[in-house]
C-alpha cells in the first residue's frame, strides 16, 4: 500500500485540464543549465580548516582539482544530489576538499577540469588570502580542524555506501506520483490549482 508523503503545488491558467496534464509531465523533465564551478573563502586564518568545493550541476564526468601545494588536504568527499528548482530538474554534484592553510600569503588556485563525453571544460580559478593567527585563534583552530575532519571522514564514508543505480531502481520499485486537480472541469481562462502527490511504498524519514 502507499503511504501519502508530500504535494508540489502549481497554479496555471490554461483552455483545459488535459493541456496543463501534458505541460507540468513534460517541465518535470527537463533539466536546467550546465554549470562547472569551484567555491571557497576569499580569507582563511593560518591553520584553519576550510572547504574547496568543486561544482558540477546537470553535467557528469571525471574531475581534475587544482593544485593544492600550498593547503594540507585533510580529507575530500563527493555528494550528488537532484531536486525540482522553478520546474526544472536540477542534477548537482559536489566535490569538496577539506584543506588546512598553512603559509601566510595570498595563495591562488588555477582552474579545475571536468572531462565529460570527450569534451573539457575549466572551472573559474580562485585567489585565497591566509592570515596570522593569535594564541587563543589557533586554539580555536585547532578544534575547528578536528571537528572539521571528523565530519569530512563521516560524509566521505556515507557517500562511499550510496549507490546511484540501486536508489534510481529503488525510486522506480517504492515511489509513485499522482497528478492532482482542483476540478474536473473548467471553462475557458479559468484558474486552477494542480499538485502532485507522491506516495512511499516505505517509510520515508527527513522528507
Same mark, same amino acid.
Not at 104 to 133: C, D, P
Not at 142 to 154: M, P, V
Not at 170 to 197: C, H, I, N, P, W
Given at each position: 500500500?502507499?503511504?501519502?508523503?508530500?504535494?508540489? +503545488?502549481?497554479?496555471?491558467?490554461?483552455?483545459?485540464?488535459?493541456?496543463?496534464?501534458? /505541460?507540468?509531465?513534460?517541465?518535470? +523533465?527537463?533539466?536546467?543549465?550546465?554549470?562547472?564551478?569551484?567555491?571557497?573563502?576569499?580569507?582563511?586564518?593560518?591553520?584553519?580548516?576550510?572547504?574547496?568545493?568543486?561544482? /558540477?550541476?546537470?553535467?557528469?564526468? @571525471?574531475?581534475?582539482?587544482? #593544485?593544492?601545494?600550498?593547503?594540507?588536504?585533510?580529507?575530500?568527499?563527493?555528494?550528488?544530489?537532484? *531536486?525540482?528548482?522553478? *520546474?526544472?530538474?536540477?542534477?548537482? @554534484?559536489?566535490?569538496?576538499? $577539506?584543506?588546512?592553510?598553512?603559509?601566510?600569503? =595570498?595563495?591562488?588556485?588555477?582552474?579545475? =577540469?571536468? %572531462?565529460? #563525453?570527450? @569534451?573539457?571544460?575549466?572551472?573559474?580559478?580562485?585567489?585565497?588570502?591566509? @592570515?596570522?593567527?593569535?594564541?587563543?585563534?589557533?586554539?580555536?583552530?585547532? $578544534?575547528?580542524? !578536528?571537528?572539521? #575532519?571528523?565530519?569530512?571522514?563521516?560524509?566521505? =564514508?556515507?557517500?562511499?555506501?550510496? !549507490?546511484?543505480?540501486?536508489?534510481?531502481?529503488?525510486?522506480? #520499485?517504492? %515511489?509513485?506520483?499522482?497528478?492532482?486537480?482542483?476540478?474536473?472541469?473548467?471553462?475557458?481562462?479559468?484558474?486552477?490549482?494542480?499538485?502532485?502527490?507522491?506516495?512511499?511504498? =516505505?517509510?520515508?524519514?527527513?522528507?
Amino acid at each position: 500500500m502507499y503511504t501519502y508523503c508530500r504535494h508540489i +503545488a502549481y497554479r496555471a491558467i490554461l483552455p483545459a485540464a488535459c493541456s496543463l496534464l501534458v /505541460l507540468l509531465l513534460a517541465s518535470s +523533465a527537463v533539466y536546467g543549465q550546465r554549470r562547472f564551478y569551484m567555491q571557497a573563502p576569499a580569507s582563511v586564518n593560518q591553520g584553519q580548516s576550510f572547504e574547496l568545493t568543486i561544482v /558540477l550541476e546537470n553535467i557528469e564526468g @571525471t574531475v581534475t582539482p587544482p #593544485k593544492l601545494d600550498a593547503f594540507v588536504v585533510l580529507a575530500n568527499s563527493s555528494f550528488k544530489e537532484i *531536486g525540482i528548482v522553478n *520546474g526544472s530538474m536540477t542534477r548537482v @554534484t559536489k566535490e569538496t576538499y $577539506q584543506l588546512l592553510a598553512k603559509t601566510i600569503g =595570498q595563495h591562488n588556485l588555477g582552474t579545475a =577540469q571536468l %572531462v565529460a #563525453k570527450g @569534451t573539457t571544460y575549466q572551472s573559474n580559478a580562485l585567489s585565497i588570502k591566509v @592570515t596570522a593567527l593569535s594564541a587563543a585563534q589557533k586554539q580555536q583552530a585547532q $578544534q575547528q580542524q !578536528n571537528a572539521s #575532519k571528523a565530519e569530512a571522514e563521516r560524509r566521505q =564514508q556515507q557517500s562511499s555506501t550510496l !549507490n546511484m543505480d540501486n536508489l534510481q531502481q529503488q525510486v522506480q #520499485k517504492d %515511489v509513485f506520483m499522482r497528478l492532482v486537480l482542483s476540478k474536473s472541469s473548467v471553462y475557458k481562462g479559468e484558474m486552477l490549482t494542480a499538485y502532485y502527490r507522491i506516495y512511499f511504498r =516505505q517509510e520515508v524519514a527527513d522528507v
